[in-house]
C-alpha cells in the first residue's frame, strides 16, 4: 500500500513535469527571437537591409510607407502579413479595407525583398517577418534609431476586413478614442504618444486634413495657410503635403516640435498636444530626442510582438500576397 502510494506520487510528480514542458515548448513556439533565422537563413538581414537602402534611396517616402504597413498589419489579428494578401474574386481581404485602401504602399518593395530572401532561403522567412525588418531598416534609413527585431512570426492564411475596418484609428479620432484603440491592443498611452512620431516621415492626402487647416483653431495660421496652398476647399481629395513641414522625410523627433507649435498635421496628430493628459509627454519628446528613440523602440518591439490568436493557421507563405 505504502509502496504503492509512492510509486503513484512519483506518477504524478513525473506527469505534472510533462505536462510543464509540453506548457513551455507550447509557449516557447510563440516567443520571438532576434537569433531566431540565424542558423536557417544567416544572410536575412543583409538582403532586407540592401533592400530597403535602393527602395529608400529611389523615394525616401518608401520608408515610412513600410512603416504604415507594418502598423496596419499588427493591429489586425497581429503581425501576421495579413495585410499582403491581395484581395481575389473570392477573398475580401485588407488591402481594400477603408484605412488601406488607395492609401497604403509599398508592397512591391516587400515583394522584390521577399523573392530574394527566397532564393536564399526557401520557405523559411515569413512575410510578417520581413515586414518587421524592412520597417526597422526603413527607420533607421531615413536617420532614426535602430534596434534588433525579435523573428520568428508566422504568415496567417487569412485576413480580416472588418478588424482592419474596426481596429485602426481615423484621422479624425480623439485622444480617448486613440487611447481605447491602443489599449486594447496592449499598448499604453505613452506607448500609443510615442509610436505616433511615426508622422514625423511619410506624406498624407488632403482628404484626412482639409476639415483641420480651414476649420479648426489649434492651429498655427501660417501652417494652415501653407497647407490650403496644395489642398483646395473643394477637389485635390488625394493631393499630397508632408507631415512633418520642416523635415520630411527625416526621422527625427520634429513631430513633437510641430505639436507644441499648432502646427499636428492630422486632427488626430494634435489632440496628442490639446491640453490633455499626453501633454508633458508630447513636450518631453521634442526636447529630448533620445527620449523619444528609446519609447519609439520600446513600443514597436511591444506592438511588433502582437501575434495571431492562438489556433490561426499560419505559414511560412511564399509568395507574400497569396497563401501557399
Ligand atoms: C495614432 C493614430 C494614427 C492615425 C489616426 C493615423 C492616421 C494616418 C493617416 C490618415 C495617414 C495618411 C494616409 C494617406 O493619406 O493615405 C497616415 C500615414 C502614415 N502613418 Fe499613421 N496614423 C496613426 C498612427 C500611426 C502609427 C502608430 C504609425 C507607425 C508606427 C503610423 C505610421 C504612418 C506613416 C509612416 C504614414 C505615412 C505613410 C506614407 O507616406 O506612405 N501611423 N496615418
Ligand atoms: C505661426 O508660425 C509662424 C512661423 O511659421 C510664427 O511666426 C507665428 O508666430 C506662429 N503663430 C502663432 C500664433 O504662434
Given at each position: 500500500m505504502v509502496a504503492a502510494r509512492v510509486v503513484s506520487g512519483r506518477a504524478l510528480v513525473v506527469a505534472i513535469a510533462v505536462v510543464l514542458a509540453l506548457l513551455g515548448s507550447a509557449a516557447e513556439a510563440q516567443q520571438l527571437s532576434p537569433n531566431f533565422y540565424s542558423r536557417t537563413c544567416p544572410s536575412l538581414a543583409t538582403i532586407v537591409r540592401a533592400g530597403m537602402a535602393s527602395a529608400v534611396q529611389r523615394e525616401p517616402r518608401m520608408g515610412a510607407s513600410i512603416l504604415r504597413l507594418f502598423f496596419h498589419d499588427c493591429f489586425v489579428n497581429g503581425c501576421d502579413g495579413s495585410i499582403l494578401l491581395d484581395d481575389t474574386p473570392t477573398f475580401t481581404g485588407e488591402k481594400s479595407a477603408g484605412p488601406n485602401a488607395n492609401s497604403a504602399r509599398g508592397f512591391e518593395v516587400i515583394d522584390a525583398i521577399k523573392a530574394q530572401v527566397e532564393a536564399s532561403c526557401k520557405a523559411t522567412v515569413s512575410c510578417a517577418d520581413i515586414l518587421a525588418?524592412?520597417?526597422?531598416?526603413?527607420?533607421?534609413?531615413?536617420?532614426?534609431?535602430?534596434?534588433?527585431?525579435?523573428?520568428?512570426?508566422?504568415?496567417?492564411?487569412?485576413?480580416?476586413?472588418?478588424g482592419a475596418n474596426?481596429?485602426?484609428?481615423?484621422?479624425g479620432s480623439s485622444l480617448a478614442t486613440l487611447i481605447s484603440m491602443f489599449g486594447r491592443q496592449g499598448?499604453?498611452?505613452r506607448d500609443m504618444t510615442a509610436l505616433s512620431g511615426a508622422h514625423t516621415i511619410g506624406r498624407t492626402q488632403c482628404?484626412?486634413?482639409?476639415?483641420?487647416?480651414?476649420?479648426?483653431?489649434?492651429?498655427?495660421?501660417?501652417?494652415?495657410?501653407?497647407?490650403q496652398q496644395t489642398c483646395p476647399l473643394s477637389g485635390?481629395?488625394?493631393?499630397?503635403?508632408?507631415?512633418?513641414?520642416?523635415?520630411?522625410?527625416?526621422?527625427?523627433?520634429?513631430?513633437?516640435?510641430n505639436l507644441v507649435a499648432q502646427r499636428g498635421l492630422l486632427h488626430s496628430d494634435q489632440e496628442l498636444f490639446n491640453g490633455g493628459s499626453q501633454d508633458s509627454l508630447v513636450r518631453q519628446y521634442s526636447s529630448n530626442a533620445a527620449r523619444f528613440n528609446a519609447d519609439f523602440v520600446s513600443a514597436m518591439v511591444k506592438m511588433g510582438n502582437l501575434l495571431p490568436?492562438?489556433?490561426?493557421?499560419?505559414?511560412?507563405?511564399?509568395n507574400c500576397r497569396k497563401v501557399n
Open positions: 525588418l524592412a520597417t526597422r531598416d526603413g527607420v533607421n534609413l531615413l536617420g532614426g534609431p535602430t534596434w534588433s527585431v525579435p523573428l520568428g512570426r508566422k504568415d496567417s492564411r487569412t485576413a480580416s476586413q472588418s474596426s481596429n485602426l484609428p481615423g484621422p499598448l499604453s498611452a482628404q484626412f486634413f482639409r476639415n483641420r487647416i480651414y476649420n479648426e483653431r489649434n492651429i498655427n495660421a501660417s501652417f494652415a495657410a501653407l497647407r485635390g481629395d488625394s493631393n499630397l503635403a508632408a507631415f512633418d513641414v520642416q523635415t520630411a522625410d527625416a526621422f527625427d523627433n520634429a513631430y513633437y516640435q490568436p492562438s489556433g490561426t493557421p499560419t505559414e511560412v507563405r511564399l
